[in-house]
């Protein structure tokens, strides 16, 4: 027999179920792109294109303009999030295989973890242990091939997983504004700061980006950041941080497999052995309280 699920219900799977899909999916494209594309500028168009969009829709819709408070509030998460998370992970994937890239970012529920108690949340020891075990993980993997040979994709990928918790815990404890609309600020600001650091960095495209890395770059636009950031945004609002960044168990998952499946890309036994436990250490810190 038939029975109504809730529409609060059917939110939080789709939002799950975008999560986990397609941020998975979202590594290869960022690989796609980046042999197009200065990694720093196509993560500024990617944002400041799917931002002004999503304001320009909410905007029209009816939704309030933010205040100032809330830009400059949304502007530092958007900063933590997208320029300094998203940001180093593009950067990071001129060297390192989109699925080990994938792995370190399995982290971030860590990092999460750790970076509540600044804000008096009291880790328990069976969160203080999934926490040893994912970076035992982490060291297993700095063992494998792709990170030994970028050492700095590697430590690009741990301070992208740090910015992503940081800004995922402070987010949930400042004014943002409703809705869509704090993706929308987010993402503007994230891009302003990216095109910045682009123009500093001094990159320059070498040629036309080629039709893979014009339809990599609207995967990311549309689903990647309209679609599943803003799927992320809605459930750090609704559930605890650790159960909201649980996309990292799966996503590594996914990543894995559309690299070896259409980038050729190769995984050692370590890196195999590390996604082993840290995806692991990931479900343990994700369980319930009551289970432990």
């Given at each position: 027999?038939?029975?109504?699920?809730?529409?609060?219900?059917?939110?939080?799977?789709?939002?799950?179920?975008?999560?986990?899909?397609?941020?998975?999916?979202?590594?290869?494209?960022?690989?796609?792109?980046?042999?197009?594309?200065?990694?720093?500028?196509?993560?500024?168009?990617?944002?400041?294109?799917?931002?002004?969009?999503?304001?320009?829709?909410?905007?029209?819709?009816?939704?309030?303009?933010?205040?100032?408070?809330?830009?400059?509030?949304?502007?530092?998460?958007?900063?933590?999030?997208?320029?300094?998370?998203?940001?180093?992970?593009?950067?990071?994937?001129?060297?390192?295989?989109?699925?080990?890239?994938?792995?370190?970012?399995?982290?971030?529920?860590?990092?999460?973890?750790?970076?509540?108690?600044?804000?008096?949340?009291?880790?328990?020891?069976?969160?203080?242990?999934?926490?040893?075990?994912?970076?035992?993980?982490?060291?297993?993997?700095?063992?494998?091939?792709?990170?030994?040979?970028?050492?700095?994709?590697?430590?690009?990928?741990?301070?992208?997983?740090?910015?992503?918790?940081?800004?995922?815990?402070?987010?949930?404890?400042?004014?943002?504004?409703?809705?869509?609309?704090?993706?929308?600020?987010?993402?503007?600001?994230?891009?302003?700061?990216?095109?910045?650091?682009?123009?500093?960095?001094?990159?320059?495209?070498?040629?036309?980006?080629?039709?893979?890395?014009?339809?990599?770059?609207?995967?990311?636009?549309?689903?990647?950041?309209?679609?599943?950031?803003?799927?992320?945004?809605?459930?750090?609002?609704?559930?605890?941080?650790?159960?909201?960044?649980?996309?990292?168990?799966?996503?590594?998952?996914?990543?894995?497999?559309?690299?070896?499946?259409?980038?050729?890309?190769?995984?050692?036994?370590?890196?195999?052995?590390?996604?082993?436990?840290?995806?692991?250490?990931?479900v343990w810190i994700s369980l319930p309280r009551r289970a432990a």
């Open positions: 027999m038939f029975v109504a699920v809730p529409a609060a219900r059917w939110r939080l799977l789709a939002a799950f179920a975008a999560l986990y899909v397609i941020w998975g999916s979202t590594y290869l494209a960022i690989r796609i792109g980046v042999a197009s594309w200065p990694p720093l500028m196509m993560a500024a168009v990617r944002f400041l294109l799917a931002g002004g969009l999503l304001y320009a829709w909410q905007r029209g819709r009816g939704a309030p303009a933010p205040s100032r408070r809330q830009w400059l509030h949304a502007g530092a998460i958007g900063a933590l999030l997208l320029a300094g998370g998203n940001g180093g992970v593009t950067v990071a994937e001129q060297w390192v295989a989109s699925g080990v890239a994938a792995l370190a970012v399995a982290t971030v529920p860590l990092f999460t973890l750790a970076c509540a108690q600044m804000f008096g949340q009291r880790a328990s020891a069976r969160e203080w242990f999934g926490i040893a075990l994912g970076l035992a993980g982490m060291l297993l993997l700095n063992l494998g091939a792709n990170l030994q040979a970028s050492p700095l994709g590697a430590a690009l990928l741990l301070f992208a997983s740090a910015s992503w918790a940081f800004g995922s815990v402070w987010g949930k404890r400042l004014d943002l504004p409703a809705g869509p609309m704090a993706a929308a600020t987010e993402m503007l600001v994230g891009g302003a700061v990216l095109a910045l650091a682009s123009a500093l960095a001094g990159e320059r495209p070498q040629a036309w980006p080629t039709l893979e890395g014009w339809l990599a770059l609207a995967y990311l636009v549309v689903f990647g950041s309209l679609v599943a950031f803003s799927a992320y945004l809605y459930l750090l609002k609704t559930v605890r941080p650790a159960l909201a960044t649980s996309y990292a168990y799966v996503n590594p998952v996914v990543a894995v497999g559309l690299g070896v499946a259409f980038a050729g890309e190769r995984i050692g036994s370590a890196e195999w052995l590390a996604m082993a436990v840290i995806v692991l250490a990931v």
